[in-house]
């Protein structure tokens, strides 16, 4: 039973690229949700979405940062003209509902390098 | 809003230490509370969690104890081990509170190191 995934584990781009990270949840999950992990601190929000739909993007960057689950596919952050402090770790997690209760499970994460 | 206070770190102990790692949390509403932990290079992996106040959780030779009266659920083991080496994150999980974020609040996490 495969876990969360996220692709590439390693990203390196340099300023003014584009970063595209992939996450795929774990089989039967419909809720996926991505948070910053900058360095020496904790996990920080950015968005929550189901299928084809953002629920919750109150933790996202307003410019340069958009999000998408698709009906088929993974679901995608995508970083726009990046800048040095956007590199961090960016980790994906699912679960299967959405409420207080709810155990979300994380990918490995992706670390993006900003150069 | 919401928010979760941990101790700092590094955390160093001996094998076969007591281990306490404190939490203390705000919340608007009633939360659930969790303790995930992060290996080297990996991802974050639940540990415990607990969804009312005096539920323990435990897992691993690991327990936390929700208290509400003191907002808080401290991570305790008996006798760590080396393999117990990692980054410890307490959470909470409050999505009806209107605070706004859907997601986990995660604390800054502690860096615990076991020597031999």
């Known amino acids: 039973n495969a876990g969360v995934m996220q692709n590439p584990r390693h990203l390196v781009r340099r300023r003014g690229q584009e970063a595209r990270l992939r996450c795929s949840p774990m089989k039967g999950h419909s809720h996926v949700y991505w948070y910053r992990q900058l360095p020496e601190e904790g996990l920080k929000f950015m968005v929550y979405?189901?299928?084809?739909?953002?629920?919750?993007e109150s933790g996202m960057p307003k410019e340069r940062f958009s999000a998408e689950f698709p009906k088929e596919g993974p679901s995608i952050l995508r970083i726009q003209q990046v800048v040095r402090g956007d590199s961090a770790a960016y980790f994906c997690?699912?679960?299967?509902?959405?409420?207080?209760?709810?155990?979300?499970?994380f990918g490995p994460g992706t670390r993006l390098l900003v150069l | 809003g919401d928010s979760v206070t941990q101790m700092e770190g590094p955390v160093t102990l001996s094998e076969e230490a007591f281990l306490t790692i404190n939490c203390t949390y705000t919340a608007t509403g009633y939360p659930s509370l969790f303790w995930y932990v992060q290996y080297p290079g990996e991802g974050l992996q639940l540990l415990l969690k607990a969804t009312k106040a005096d539920d323990k959780g435990s897992n691993k030779g690991f327990e936390a104890t929700y208290r509400k009266e003191t907002t808080s659920f401290h991570l305790e083991k008996g006798s760590v081990q080396v393999s117990d080496s990692a980054v410890y994150f307490c959470a909470l999980s409050d999505p009806a509170s209107g605070g706004g974020a859907d997601g986990l609040t995660f604390g800054k996490g502690t860096h615990l190191i076991i020597q031999p």
């Open positions: 979405l189901q299928k084809e739909n953002i629920i919750d």
């Open positions: 997690a699912s679960s299967k509902y959405q409420g207080k209760q709810e155990i979300q499970y």
